[in-house]
């Protein structure tokens, strides 16, 4: 520009050539133990080399091992408190104890162990409710029973009558009402989730997934659609020439009961004998010619199943024959 002091780039190099920063300043130990609190409440006895790998996976930075222990250090402070403050208030800490030993009545784990270390008698720092004599001065007196309700008497009060019932609407509630400590139904600890179980297939028995996904039954079904397809093929072939034709069923004759007493038929004469017997004659030819005009049934051809279908047949359970046909 014109009457102005300025400059004007001539070149652009994008190549990068300054070396890659590790140690950054700004991320001080005190920064890096608040960063690393959730980190350090969950396991207190956390390696500094895993302190280590996090940051440089995260933030790229280099840690020596002494700044990870004082961001390791920074952070248990914060959560326990530091030594300075814990003495401060070791006189808190036994007024609180005294006042549950006044409360309780009996000594807690820390009094007893002060106790035994001076040789006294714990027994002596007890209440006496305790104790195995006020136990019995109390139920030293006979307690006697009280008359049933069928031996009451009856009063001049009017008698009460219980609440009304009335059903509410709807299903009736199955679960008791939970307290606010207690896990409800909406959250994370309502049921067991399955994401760290491992699936077991029930039709190879093989880890890491199910009979529906399996793929080995998979491979199966589509090689036992194949034969299936391929033997209807041939069957459809070899049947193309031959009909099948459906069997005459055979009904049985009735049977009539004929009577106990039998009647002798009267003799013939000579002329009608052998009319019934030209008469029998002539019904034979009409059956025979009847017979032959008929079509005879065919006999259908059964085909045995092939040595692949055999294998398979072996390997695969019986479920599986099914896709044969």
């Known amino acids: ?10 070149s652009c190099y994008k190549k990068h050539t300054c070396s890659k920063a590790t140690k950054i300043g700004i991320m001080s130990s005190q920064w890096l133990s608040k960063a690393f609190m959730k980190k350090i409440c969950e396991n207190l006895k956390i390696k500094l080399r895993s302190l280590i790998k996090k940051a440089h996976s995260k933030w790229n930075v280099d840690l020596t091992m002494t700044k990870a222990a004082r961001v390791k250090q920074q952070a248990l402070d914060e959560i326990n408190g530091t030594y300075g403050e814990q003495y401060r208030r070791i006189h808190d800490y036994a007024a609180e104890l005294l006042r549950k030993f006044q409360l309780t009545g ?8 002060c106790i035994r270390k001076m040789c006294l008698d714990v027994k002596n720092y007890v209440n006496k409710c305790y104790r195995k004599q006020t136990y019995v001065d109390c139920y030293q007196h006979v307690i006697y029973p009280l008359n049933g309700p069928n031996l009451w008497s009856r009063t001049e009060n009017d008698d009460v ?13 199955l679960r008791r009402n939970k307290t606010g400590d207690e896990p409800h139904n909406n959250g994370p600890l309502s049921k067991l989730a399955r994401t760290g179980q491992q699936q077991k297939c029930s039709y190879c028995f093989a880890l890491g997934h199910n009979k529906r996904t399996c793929p080995r039954k998979r491979k199966m079904e589509a090689a036992a659609k194949k034969n299936a397809t391929a033997q209807a093929k041939k069957g459809a072939k070899k049947g193309a020439g031959t009909t099948r034709t459906p069997k ?9 009961t004929q ?19 030209e008469s ?26 092939s040595r692949r279908s055999l294998r398979f047949m072996a390997k695969t359970p019986p479920r599986a024959w099914k896709a044969l046909g």
């Not at 106990?260 to 017997?277: C, D, H, I, W, Y």
């Open 1 to 10: 520009m014109k009457r102005e002091n300025s400059w004007q780039l001539t």
């Open 106 to 113: 009996y000594p807690c784990e820390h009094a007893m162990s």
């Open 161 to 173: 009558l219980p609440p009304v019932f009335r059903k509410p609407i709807g299903r009736p509630k």
């Open 248 to 256: 005459p069923n055979k009904i049985p004759a009735k049977t009539t």
């Open 259 to 277: 009577p106990a007493t039998r009647l002798q038929p009267k003799r013939k004469s000579s002329t009608q004998v052998g009319g019934s017997q």
């Open 280 to 305: 029998q004659t002539s019904s034979k030819r009409a059956r025979c010619s009847s017979s032959a005009s008929q079509p005879q049934p065919s006999i259908a051809t059964v085909t045995s199943p």
